[in-house]
Structure formats: C-alpha cells, structure tokens
C-alpha cells in the first residue's frame, strides 16, 4: 500500500536517483542495505522484478516521524526528462565538480523517486505545530541509494544536486 493512501502520512517533497538501467540493484540488496542502517528502519512491500531486480519498497523510521516509498521508473520519460534536467541543473550549480557530474546525468535511463512523507502527531485531537520529522533519515537513505546503483541524487524541485 502507498503513503499516499495512508491518512497517517502526508507527502512532503519527491527526490530522485538518477541511474544507468544496467546499474539497478537487486531487491534483497537495496533492502539489506536500508535495514543496516538504522536497526529501527522497517522496510516494507518489497517488490522486485523477474530477475530480482528493486521496483518498489515502503521505508518506515518511527522515531524520526519519517517514511518514503520508493519505486523504480525507466523508459522513454526518463530518458526524454534528462536533457532538459541536466540544463537546469547545470545553472545553479556551484562549481565544477557539480559540472562534472550533471554531465553524466543525460546518460541515465531510470530513476529512483523517492517519495518523502512527514508521519502526522496529534495531541488532544489537534494538529501539532512543532515538527517532529528528522529530515536526517531522508538524507541517509538517499545517499544509500546512491551508493547501491552509481546514481545521482537530485532534488527536481530545485533542479540541485545532493551528493
């Protein structure tokens, strides 16, 4: 089941790792590799392709008031999206290390979107103002990700790099 269709959760923002399709790792790996992490990281809905390859998996981290489905895309969208990605990235980047890896960016074919929500605390029946949700964790498992498919962690509200 998506967050999305769970009123515990609210959508926050959408991140992606942009990858080689050559480079998508197993299921078993990426959730291994998730629960190594934090021991209290509960890795969920696991789905995986015919040769075991990630398609989608549900991250929970209670005490960080944090969760992120995370599903597999490829295709011509991807491939179409990653030219006009790479320009925009390429004009707020910082320096020429960023430059040299928004270059690699119009040879990758899949993505990883990473959707991020915020778990919703209720004291007394009303909405909390405080937050509670450790951005931390979303951090963390990005560059997990990343490291698992030799990807390139974008933020496409901003059109910036990650890592």
Known sequence: MSLFENDEY???????????????PAAGNV????????????????REDEHGRCESLTLVAPDDYAAMDISYVAGEEVVEQMPGLAAEMNSVAMDNQQKKVIAQVP???????????EQLTFIGGDEEDEEF???????????????????????????????
């Open 10 to 24: 609210q959508w926050r923002e959408t991140y992606f790792v942009l990858l080689k399709e050559n480079d998508r």
């Open 107 to 117: 040879e990758c074919n899949a993505r990883f979107d990473v959707f991020h929500f």
């Open 31 to 46: 959730t291994k590799a998730l629960q190594r992490l934090d021991p209290r990281y509960r890795v969920v809905d696991v």
């Open 133 to 163: 949700m450790d951005p931390g964790t979303l951090l963390i498992v990005l560059e997990k990700i990343a490291e698992l498919c030799n990807g390139i962690v974008v933020d496409p509200q901003s059109g910036s790099l990650l890592n």
